[in-house]
């Protein structure tokens, strides 16, 4: 890594020296991850001005302003940042904990994961704070069990959507893929303790604030105090009442709802029709940063080389090629086999189109029998008496080295036997090539051949060269195509005598390392996907008491959501790869919390039909879950639009404003929908709870009306006294009579 540091620092002096009239491309092999840090590094403030701007959006829209005088008073600058902190440390508390057991993180995850607990967190931060705004203080309550009483409704729905995608991302660490793993393990972690310090820091903090407020003092300057009182009414907001009005009437007239659902369907099968035709792969260009020197480097091997990367098949322990039988099935040469290794390499390079091979093997093997032949200067044996029998260079003089290694063969065809190889072999391997004998090993073969302490051939390899490669499409089918060719070859050779039935011969080139996942990506994201899905229906089903109707609707619209993002991926030019199955992992988690909110309000509704039902579930929590998610979302992803690296424009701004507006659509406008004609029935148990609540309080007005009753028919008029003409016989005998009336009214009340 060292070496290529200093390869690529000297060559880019070079390359800026005017005086250097020269143009040249370059990369190592290093370059390529080099280029990604840059560009991720680069485009942080970026992120850091997203995040702001969500920061500065939550501040503003959790506040209840009524009136000029008390803008101070009624902002909640404090609780938004308190929000924002929650979420950090809970990001920050994965990271530290991940980091401590050693499961490294990336530059994508660093990325992704705090753009999810946002988006998690602050609709949550939103449902409860609106909540809290639009409940009325019950006669004798105390704020602190008037925010007890409003947890207590929230917190359950809270408690759905974050246990569903806290599971959710656990079980998607059980994918194969490093990148996926890694991302959910540290977004279930980050998602988990983000509820649990919601549940415990944010609600003190949203308590202090409460009292603050109650005592009409400003915020950030909390001696200060404002004399405008607080109107006595709950402050819905804007939303609620547009949507109550507005907005739920007419999504959910009769014909309203059948254009919904018709429209979602079409969008359902075209998104199905188009899933199937989503790229696979990611475009090294696409990764670079504007003006990077791999941009020319790229442009230059597509236009002028006829070669691409070098390909080498690399055969493991249990092949003897000490052997004449094991010498002819690797070698090209005469007297070789038809379909040896290298034979068949040759037959796949005479298609190049469909083999994606340009250039045949090299193969030590023909150059070492080509070395030890006896026509050559190649290989000599000392005839001096000081290094009698010793390989001697071809530099040395004729007349001290007059002995060939090897006599010519008889029939034409020459092999050396198993004492010649083994005893030539180091020395072709350590012999320099130079013009008396081309042929030497040293350089291009002294790495390529690997042998244990006894001698023993362990691991070989065969150099060729891919065609130019220039997509991700042809670079994972010539992996394909190698793979396949090197299954052939590996099944030629175990048939050759003395090789093991475990010998292998594999392919290896330096770019399999980055798509060999597009192979098994597929049905890897369909397996990581799965496991996402299942936890939201059955903590939706548990958490509404069993409601498997609930679940069914809340799976059906998250599957939706999914293959609708998928469907503009191809009409968008995403190409589906691991940054976008993260993408779509995190996808399942923001539809939770379009979906979820939704579900469970209609589900503990009591309204008489499924209609008032959508509306009323439309009216108070679509404007929390609008407020919390979309327009949390929303302002953070579209100043993403201005990032340099296409990498952050088409993964970070194009999929998650797609992700966030299917998921607004759904949540908003098909869910109310399909609620509305398949929605659970009323849940009995919410509808007795709320007929004995009813028939209480009921009891407690009828108690009240009749005492009050009672206390207006007594007055102490009721009571004759009679004045005597005696005074001191009137305070004697009307005291005690007084007072006892007055006890006996007393008792009454």
């Excluded at 409003?150 to 995608?165: F, H």
């Excluded at 099935?329 to 469909?354: E, H, M, R």
């Excluded at 998928?566 to 995190?586: F, H, K, Q, S």
Aim: glycine share 6%; proline share 5%; aromatic share 10%.
């Amino acid at each position: 890594m060292q070496w290529e540091t200093e390869f690529l620092k000297i060559v880019q002096e070079y390359q800026k020296d005017p005086a250097n009239n020269f143009t040249f491309a370059y990369m190592a092999e290093r370059s390529l991850e080099d280029e990604i840090n840059r560009t991720t590094a680069e485009d942080i403030p970026i992120f850091m001005i997203s995040y702001a701007v969500i920061f500065i959006y939550i501040s503003v829209a959790l506040g209840e302003y009524t009136s000029w005088k008390r803008i101070l008073v009624d902002s909640k600058f404090l609780v938004g940042l308190g929000g924002i902190l929650v979420v950090g440390c809970s990001v920050l508390t994965s990271f530290g904990f991940y980091s401590w057991i050693g499961i490294p993180s990336s530059l994508v995850i660093l990325q992704v994961v705090p753009f999810l607990v946002l988006a998690v967190g602050a609709d949550n931060i939103f449902i409860f704070v609106l909540e809290y705004q639009r409940d009325a203080r019950r006669p004798g309550e105390k704020r602190e069990e008037q925010i007890g009483r409003v947890l207590g409704n929230v917190a359950p729905s809270m408690l759905l959507c974050s246990l569903s995608e806290s599971i959710c991302f656990f079980l998607g660490a059980l994918s194969t893929m490093p990148a996926v793993r890694t991302f959910a393990l540290y977004a279930a972690l980050a998602v988990l303790m983000d509820f649990i310090l919601q549940m415990t820091a944010f609600v003190a903090l949203l308590s202090l604030d409460a009292r603050r407020q109650d005592n009409n003092r400003c915020e950030l300057l909390c001696c200060v105090k404002v004399s405008t009182q607080r109107p006595n009414k709950p402050n819905e907001g804007f939303l609620m009442p547009l949507m109550r009005k507005y907005y739920a009437p007419v999504l959910l007239s009769r014909y309203s709802r059948i254009l919904v659902m018709l429209v979602f369907i079409f969008m359902l099968c075209g998104s199905i029709f188009l899933m199937f035709n989503v790229t696979v792969g990611l475009d090294q260009e696409l990764a670079m940063p504007q003006g990077s020197y791999m941009l020319d480097y790229f442009k230059y091997l597509y236009k002028y080389f006829e070669v691409g990367v070098p390909v080498y098949f690399v055969t493991k322990r249990g092949f003897n090629f000490t052997t004449v039988e094991g010498m002819n099935g690797a070698c090209s040469s005469v007297g070789c086999d038809q379909f040896s290794l290298t034979q068949k390499i040759q037959y796949a390079t005479n298609d190049p189109d469909l083999s994606y091979l340009a250039i045949p093997a090299n193969s030590w093997v023909d150059d070492f029998i080509d070395w030890l032949n006896p026509g050559s200067k190649c290989c000599r044996l000392y005839t001096t008496s000081a290094n009698n029998g010793n390989f001697c260079p071809a530099t040395e003089a004729a007349n001290l080295c007059r002995r060939k290694c090897m006599l010519p063969p008889s029939n034409g065809v020459l092999r050396p036997s198993v004492e010649q190889f083994n005893r030539f072999l180091p020395d072709f391997l350590g012999n320099r090539p130079d013009l008396q004998c081309p042929k030497g090993g040293l350089g291009a073969y002294d790495k390529a051949v690997v042998r244990d302490a006894s001698g023993e051939i362990i691991a070989t390899r065969f150099m060729a060269y891919h065609t130019p490669l220039t997509n991700s499409q042809e670079f994972t089918a010539a992996l394909l195509k190698s793979r396949e060719l090197a299954h052939n070859i590996t099944m030629g050779m175990r048939n050759i005598p003395g090789t093991s039935p475990d010998f292998e011969v594999f392919p290896y080139t330096v770019t399999n390392v980055f798509y060999e996942q597009y192979l098994t990506i597929v049905p890897e994201g369909l397996y990581n996907l799965s496991l996402c899905l299942l936890p939201t229906f059955v903590v939706c089903c548990l958490l509404l008491g069993l409601d498997l109707r609930s679940g069914l609707l809340n799976l059906i619209t998250i599957i939706m959501i999914i293959v609708d993002t998928v469907g503009v991926m191809t009409l968008w030019n995403i190409d589906y790869n691991a940054v976008a199955l993260i993408n779509l992992v995190t996808a399942v988690g923001i539809s939770v919390e379009f979906v979820s909110h939704m579900t469970r309000a209609f589900a503990l509704s009591t309204k008489p039909t499924h209609v008032e039902r959508a509306m009323e579930a439309t009216a108070n929590m679509g404007s929390a879950v609008v407020a919390g998610v979309a327009m949390t979302n929303l302002p953070g992803i579209l100043v993403l639009a201005f990032a340099k690296a296409q990498l952050i424009q088409i993964f970070f701004f194009r999929l998650n404003l797609v992700i966030t507006l299917l998921g607004l659509a759904h949540g908003l406008i098909f869910l109310p929908v399909l609620l509305s004609y398949f929605g659970p029935n009323v849940n009995k148990a919410v509808l007795l709870q709320l007929q004995q609540e009813k028939a209480k309080a009921s009891q407690e007005l009828e108690m009240g009306n009749h005492m009050r009753s009672v206390y207006d028919n007594l007055s102490y008029e009721d009571v004759e006294i009679k004045p005597e003409p005696d005074s001191n016989a009137v305070t004697a005998a009307s005291g005690p009579s007084t007072i006892i009336e007055k006890e006996e009214i007393n008792d009454c009340l």
